[in-house]
Structures are given as structure tokens and as C-alpha cells.
């Protein structure tokens, strides 16, 4: 391993920094690379991932690890990212241990813009290590104040120093759970056995580094030699290694434990439809009248009424019959509450146009369908023509003021006899009884596709609008 | 469908934040990506969901992210970064009515332009756009493709009309092109991550933590990765990412022409409007006019050979799309040079076959 470093070394030690004359940068670089040496990581194990700032030079100074230079406050989430792809990489047998460490440099300023990334890394586990270089100011564009500004620190934006509480970062994180948390000096000595630690921590670990900036830090603020440890003794700053809450097994350890459990959850309790099932009915077996041309059908109900999924077992059953379906749902953007409405197409042909110009079919089965229907301007669409099934408990067709003319308009006590969550089925059931649309058996077939625990009640709805269709004839 | 696409062509990450009409394909992932051996992962917001999908393709893998308009518009900052690092990934981006969080279960076709002209220097960005389930699955695999192939971020732009509506597809019908894996660099002696002999070129792709060394950044670059600051190569490398674009754009282009030879009137559309433009062809044609139409599923870049082969003979043209003021008709404008060019145009809600064949038989009466 020696022999390796020795010959990659991560920072030459008579590298030229870039930074400003007294940078706590500098110090931060070369504490960086006497941790990765002493943990020996081979150099292309290593993502440095940069962030926007002076922080985001560094990228050139370690010519051998593999670097990502970013946009501001972004680099946790591209490292969050290198760090979950391992989940994906890991079936080609690569050990977990020749993985890539992602190793994140952000300012004060990223660390704020950034800090959703920060607590959702945390709250993941993720194998991602952070350096925040804090160095209470904006240094590459000249000195303004960040979130991380303690009390009364000038700043360009600040002149008369800084009233704004400065975020404890450490705090906040420890409230995502974050498993590795440090605040130190850029000056203290043992930064390096500080940041080796954090980048040997499986998970995500963080270290808040406290410097000054030699340019706009020390313009603007009378300061002492022990300035930094004033400054954060006057924020309550904790120094050191903070306790974690309790052990927590990394992200990449989560996904391989549940990779089994979740596979069975999903097989045996979805309850979810199949995708993309086809029913189980030999159509080409049938023969049945259909209509030349597009027939279109408004369903329209309650929401929480199973409007949809009648509309969706009926698509089912069309298609065991060969036909061509498509069905366009609309409700309000609350899912629970107001109208909830199906539009169907049937054809032999591939359908192109799936809105409703004019229905041929309108099945009402409340008031809340109804409102929806004449607020979106269907009603108004409809031809004399248009066959309209209307729940008995909504007011009589002429003070509905339909446009259809006599025998046009079926009244059914569809919520009272097949329930309110029964009825756009039962409406359904009963249009193709009285007209014939489908062939017999195509709602058995389209049955097969709901989960078992669906299929009776379904069944009885059909059922049940099939026994009103039959007593019932059309009225005005 | 485009879920299903994404899986055909080998996607193996997918970071996702709910927004309705895109939550399906989140969903669907969420449910689906795991068995096939990927991950899927709910993001706290979509800066996050596509800067996770950047990172994952970084370490070799093919990734993708959904949204609707108002998610995209956090995404912009992210796809241009994946553009300059040239990172492959793709976004399926379910257009619904906007401005703002406008009607989020409603459709539209108004984020063509906040699509396509979201990079600062105006840089093509690859948008193909489905009208129909089928379209879903098939230019998905194309996405994928040329994400890969081009290391480029790929927008497949759909609808709500199109991405929830609920239809019979013929399985065994679509064309599914090969999608590509990514070149690798193989002489890890020579490499350079943004190296190009000839501008049109692709640079060879080298995966983060694998042995070769790899170097990313998002700021102005040479053909290593270095920063430079009004350096000549930094300029060459800039306008390469754009022809590394224009020398693929015939391969690229996907429309669906349904031509007729003695035709002066010429209908364009694409997504769910192309739909109704294609009955409203009917009727019209049903009324003895002679007219063609040209569906564009390629938008960006504008499939040029296909539009000029439509265009001959032509000398009014209509361009129908779901948004106010003709977005992609006023892109389409700098190739309709001497033609009539008429915009039909609304929001709010689906526009119809009638109302394309009544703009249409106006001016043909």
C-alpha cells in the first residue's frame, strides 16, 4: 500500500496552492491528503466532488483521484448519486470495499443552498463524506455573509456585522440522523486524523471546518490569534467529534437486507392491478355487431365512487371483445373529494382522437358528476341523440334541461340498489345489456384481471345493473 | 409505456419526486426497477432527482427522472451541467397546464420552448415527443440511444392526455431500435474525458471509480477537463458539444409523414395534437381536399430532410399545438421561409379534430 502512495502521491507536498496568502484552505487540502494517505484508498477510489467557491479549486491539486467539479450547493446530491449507483454495480461482484468513495468540498455558502442535499444524505446513510470549509463569508465574490455568519461578524453585506443567528449546521444534521458529525479548527493539528476518520465511517459523515479568510474575514473584523476558538465559543459551538445518536446501517446495507423482503412484499401483497394484462377471452371466437366508426362514453361520478375503475374494467372487457379502447380520467387535483370522471372510446380501428367533441353516451351517477359535466361543457356537446343514464336520486330530466329527445334518457336507482361505490359499474353493466355492445362473456374475462378480493363485489354490481337494465325501460 | 421503454433500454437508475401527470412513471419505476436488478429512489425534490440520476450515470449507469413543468424548471440548472459534462441521462418531462402550477390535472403543450431553450448559448437539446402509448415505449428506446451515444441529455416530452390516458396497444408492433451502451475509453495512457478529434465527435466515456482517470467539471474546459480562461481549445470544446449534436440530426430525425403529392396545404403537429390532426386529415380528405401532414416526433433537433420532402409543392402550412402563442411553429419558422404559415393554437384543453378541419377548410373556402 505504501509503495502505491509513493508513487501516486494524492497532494505533492511542494504543490502550489491557489489560494490566498494564510487560507485555512491550504490547511484543509494538505490535512485531506495526510488522511488519505494514512488510510492508504487507493487514488481511483476517491470521487473528489467540489462545490462552487475557492473550495472548488482543489480539483487540480490532486491529479490522481478521480474529480467532479460541480454547480453551487449540488455536490452532495452528484455524490449522493455516485454513492447510490453502488447498489446497482454491486451484482457484477465488485466488493464493497472497492467501491468509490465520493469526498465532498463545500463552502459555507454551498452548505446553505445545498442543505436539502446535506439532510437528505444524512437521512440516508449514504456512503458520502462532506468537508464544509466555513468560513463565515462568501470569499470569491467578494466577502458577503452566508447563513453560517456568526453574530456581529462583518462582512461585505454585513458592515455593521452580522444579526442574523448563523445555522448550526452539526445540529440540524444530528436531527437527520446523520451517524458522523465534527466541527474543528483549519489550524488544529489533528484535522487530518479527523477527516480519516470521517472518510473511514461507513455512511455519511460530516466535518464542519472553522477558518478565516484572509482576504474579506479579516478586512472587515478585529481579530486575535484565537479568534476562531472566541467565535465559536460565543455561538456554543461544539468542537470535536460529535456522539451519534446510535449506530445505523449505511443505505447501501439497507437496500441488500430488504432487496429479498421487498421482492416477496411486492409478489404476494400487491393489490395493485396487473399492468398491462390482457384478459383471458378468445375474441376472434366471437362475433358481435359493433358500430362502424367511434363510440365515446362519459362516466361520471363522485369521487372515492370507483368511477375510474368501473371505466377501467369495461376498457378490460371491450378489449377482450378486440376492440380498440382508450380512457382519459379527469378529477379535481384533491383526490378525494368533488367529481371523478371517465371518457371511453371504443372502435375497431386504433383510436386517434381521445376527447370528447360529442358523446353518444353520458352515465350521471351524482350531483357532483353532473355539476362537472355542464362546468366542462359536455353537456352542452350533446346531440339529441345522446343516451343518457341517469341515477334516480338526480333531478328529472326536464328540469335538468337535457338536450335528448324521448327514449334517449334511462333513470336507474343505481347508488340505492348496487351502492354509491357499485354504481358506475352497474350503469355500465346495464348499457350493455340494453344495447348490446360486447359480446356475452367479456366481463368474465375482464374480471380475471382484478385481484380476487375485488372480483365478487364487481361481479355483483354487473349483476345488479344487468337485473335493472331488464326491468327497466328507457323514459323521458 | 415509458417506463416500460425505460426498462427495455437497460435503465438501472431512477430518482423521482411526485408531480402530477408524471407520478405514473415514478411509480411504475419505484414498483418495477428493483426486479430488474436497478434502483429506484424517492429524491426530496427534483434538484436532487436529476443531480442523483447525474451522479449514478457518471458511474456508467443509464438513468432517467419524470416531471411535469414545474419540476422541470428546477431541473434546468442540473440538465445544463449534465450537457457541459456531457453525462447522459434522460428526462421524461409530462407537460400539463401552466404558467406556474397552473392546472395539474390538465394537459398542454407549452414547456416546448422552456424545454428546448433552457441552456445558457442556446445548445440543442435531443426532445422526441410521443402521441401515443405506443410512441411512449418506442421513443423512449430512442432517448435512451441517443443519450448514450451522443453523452447528452435527452428530453422525452409528453402530455397529461398523453402519459395518463389509458389505451389498447398492439404488443409486437412497435419499433424498438438497439439501444447503444456508451463508448469506453480503452487507453487509459491517452485519455481525455471531453476528447474529440473532429468536432462533431463523441468523446469516449470513462466511468467514475474505474481505473482510468476521469475529470468533471461544469465550468468552461479544455479536452482534459482543465479550467481555462480564454484558452482557443475551450472555445473548440464549446462549440463541439453543439456539433456533436447537428452531425447526428438526421439520425435522429423521426417524423410520420402521410403525404399526398398534389397537395398546397401542408398540416404539421406532434404529441397528443397530432392525434386529432390525424382525423381531422380524414375529414378533410373525406371532403375531397388534397392535403398532407407531417407528424414530427423528433422536435429538437428539427428534422430538416423530412420537413423539406413534406414541404415541396406546399404553399400554406398549419402547425397545430396545444399552447398560446405557436412554440415549435415559431422554431419551425427559420425552414418555412416563403410559405404561408398559420398557427392553430389553445390551452386549456384538448384541441379537436374539428376545430384543426374547420381552421384548415376557412382559408382553403
Known amino acids: 500500500m505504501d509503495g502505491l502512495v509513493a508513487q501516486a502521491p494524492y497532494l505533492a507536498p511542494d504543490a502550489p496552492l491557489p489560494y490566498c496568502r494564510g487560507c485555512g484552505h491550504a490547511l484543509v487540502v494538505r490535512h485531506l491528503s495526510r488522511a488519505l494517505e494514512r488510510l492508504g484508498l487507493p487514488p481511483r477510489s476517491v470521487a473528489l466532488t467540489t462545490d462552487i467557491g475557492c473550495v472548488g479549486l482543489a480539483d487540480s491539486l490532486f491529479p490522481h483521484l478521480h474529480t467532479v467539479h460541480t454547480t453551487h450547493g449540488r455536490s452532495t446530491a452528484f455524490a449522493t448519486g455516485m454513492a447510490l449507483a453502488e447498489a446497482v454495480l454491486e451484482p457484477k461482484g465488485l466488493p464493497a470495499q472497492a ?108 466535518v464542519e471546518i472553522l477558518e478565516l479568510c484572509p482576504t474579506y474575514g479579516t478586512r472587515w473584523n478585529q481579530l486575535t490569534g484565537a479568534a476562531l476558538q472566541e467565535i465559536a465559543a460565543r455561538q456554543g459551538y461544539w468542537i470535536g467529534k460529535m456522539e451519534a445518536e446510535q449506530e445505523r446501517p449505511t443505505f447501501l446495507k439497507v437496500w441488500r437486507q430488504d432487496k429479498e423482503t421487498r421482492k416477496s412484499k411486492i409478489e404476494n401483497g400487491n393489490s395493485k392491478i396487473e399492468e398491462g394484462q390482457t384478459p383471458g377471452f378468445d375474441f376472434r371466437a366471437s362475433s358481435f355487431d359493433f358500430p362502424s366508426g367511434e363510440l365515446r362514453v362519459v362516466v361520471a361520478g363522485s369521487a372515492g365512487e ?23 380520467n379527469d378529477n379535481p387535483v384533491t383526490q378525494g373529494t368533488g367529481f371523478s370522471l371517465s371518457e371511453i372510446c371504443l372502435s375497431r380501428e386504433p383510436i386517434e382522437f381521445t376527447g370528447m367533441e360529442s358523446p353518444d353516451v353520458v352515465m350521471v351517477l351524482s350531483q357532483d358528476g353532473w355539476n362537472e359535466l355542464r362546468a366542462n361543457g359536455t353537456l352542452a356537446r350533446c346531440r339529441t341523440e345522446t343516451l343518457f343514464y341517469l341515477d334516480s336520486e338526480l333531478p328529472a330530466a326536464p328540469q335538468c334541461g337535457l338536450p335528448a329527445k324521448a327514449g334517449q334518457v334511462v333513470r336507474l336507482p343505481l347508488r340505492r340498489e348496487a351502492t354509491p361505490k357499485g354504481a358506475a359499474l352497474a350503469a355500465l353493466a346495464a348499457w350493455q345489456v340494453q344495447a348490446a355492445i360486447l359480446p356475452p362473456g367479456v366481463w368474465d374475462a375482464a374480471l380475471t384481471t382484478l385481484p380476487a378480493q375485488r372480483r365478487e363485489e364487481a361481479a355483483r354490481s354487473i349483476k345488479i345493473g344487468g337485473r335493472l337494465a331488464t326491468g327497466t325501460a328507457p323514459c323521458a | ?187 487509459a495512457a491517452t485519455y481525455a474525458p471531453y476528447g474529440f478529434d473532429h468536432p462533431g465527435d463523441v468523446p469516449a466515456f470513462a466511468v467514475l471509480g474505474g481505473d482510468v482517470k476521469v475529470t468533471v467539471t461544469g465550468s468552461a474546459h479544455d479536452r482534459h477537463g482543465r479550467l481555462r480562461k480564454n484558452a482557443p481549445e475551450v472555445i473548440e470544446v464549446l462549440l463541439h458539444l453543439q456539433h456533436k449534436i447537428d452531425a447526428h440530426a438526421e439520425a435522429m430525425a423521426r417524423a410520420r409523414p402521410d403525404l399526398d403529392p398534389n397537395a398546397r396545404c401542408l398540416l404539421i403537429s406532434y404529441g397528443v395534437t397530432a392525434r386529432a390532426s390525424r382525423q381531422a386529415l380524414r375529414i378533410l380528405r373525406a371532403q375531397g381536399r388534397a392535403i398532407s401532414f407531417l407528424q414530427i416526433q423528433t422536435l429538437f433537433p428539427v428534422p430538416r430532410q423530412a420537413l423539406e420532402w413534406a414541404l415541396a409543392g406546399v404553399d400554406n402550412v398549419w402547425v397545430a399545438e396545444e399552447n398560446l402563442t405557436g412554440q415549435y411553429r415559431a422554431a419551425l419558422a427559420p425552414f418555412l421561409s416563403g410559405k404561408r404559415v398559420h398557427g392553430i393554437n389553445k390551452v386549456g384543453s384538448l384541441i379537436t379534430p374539428g376545430e384543426i378541419a374547420r381552421a384548415v377548410e376557412g382559408w382553403m373556402d
Open chain 2, 1 to 187: 409505456m415509458v417506463a416500460e421503454g425505460a426498462l427495455a433500454a437497460g435503465c438501472r437508475f431512477f430518482a423521482g419526486y411526485p408531480i402530477t401527470p408524471a407520478s405514473e412513471i415514478y411509480e411504475v419505476m419505484m414498483r418495477e426497477l428493483p426486479a430488474h436488478g436497478g434502483l429506484a429512489l424517492s429524491a426530496p425534490d427534483e434538484i436532487s432527482s436529476l443531480c442523483y440520476c447525474v451522479g449514478a450515470s457518471l458511474r456508467g449507469l443509464k438513468t432517467m427522472t419524470a416531471t411535469s413543468g414545474p419540476g422541470w424548471c428546477l431541473m434546468i440548472e442540473t440538465v445544463q451541467y449534465a450537457l457541459m459534462t456531457e453525462t447522459p441521462v434522460v428526462i421524461a418531462l409530462v407537460q400539463r397546464l401552466g404558467p406556474s402550477t397552473g392546472g395539474a390535472t390538465q394537459g398542454a403543450q407549452g414547456d416546448v420552448g422552456l424545454a428546448e431553450f433552457s441552456t445558457s448559448g442556446g445548445y440543442t437539446i435531443p426532445i422526441f415527443a410521443p402521441s401515443t402509448a405506443s410512441e411512449c415505449y418506442e421513443l423512449t428506446l430512442h432517448a435512451f440511444h441517443w443519450a448514450e451515444r451522443l453523452r447528452s441529455p435527452v428530453i422525452l416530452l409528453t402530455d397529461k392526455e398523453v402519459g395518463m390516458t389509458t389505451e389498447v396497444v398492439d404488443s409486437g408492433t412497435s419499433e424498438a431500435p438497439e439501444c447503444v451502451e456508451r463508448s469506453m475509453a480503452t487507453d
Open chain 1, 99 to 206: 467501491g468509490l468513495k465520493p469526498v465532498v468540498l463545500i463552502g459555507d455558502g454551498g452548505a446553505m443552498i445545498g442543505l436539502l442535499h446535506l439532510v437528505h444524505a444524512a437521512q440516508l446513510n449514504v456512503d458520502v463524506t462532506v468537508l464544509v470549509h466555513n468560513n463565515f463569508l462568501f470569499g470569491m465574490t467578494g466577502g458577503q455573509h452566508s447563513a453560517l455568519t456568526p453574530l456581529d461578524f462583518a462582512t461585505a453585506t454585513t458592515p455593521a456585522g452580522n444579526s442574523t443567528p448563523p445555522l448550526d449546521l452539526l445540529a440540524l444534521l444530528r436531527a437527520a440522523h446523520a451517524g458522523f458529525l465534527a466541527r474543528d479548527y483549519a489550524t488544529s493539528a489533528g484535522l487530518d486524523t479527523l477527516i480519516a476518520e470521517a472518510i473511514q465511517f461507513p455512511g455519511f459523515a460530516l
Open chain 1, 306 to 328: 370507483r368511477v375510474q375503475s368501473a371505466a377501467a374494467l369495461f376498457c378490460r372487457a371491450a378489449l377482450a371483445a378486440g376492440l380498440y379502447t382508450t380512457q382519459k
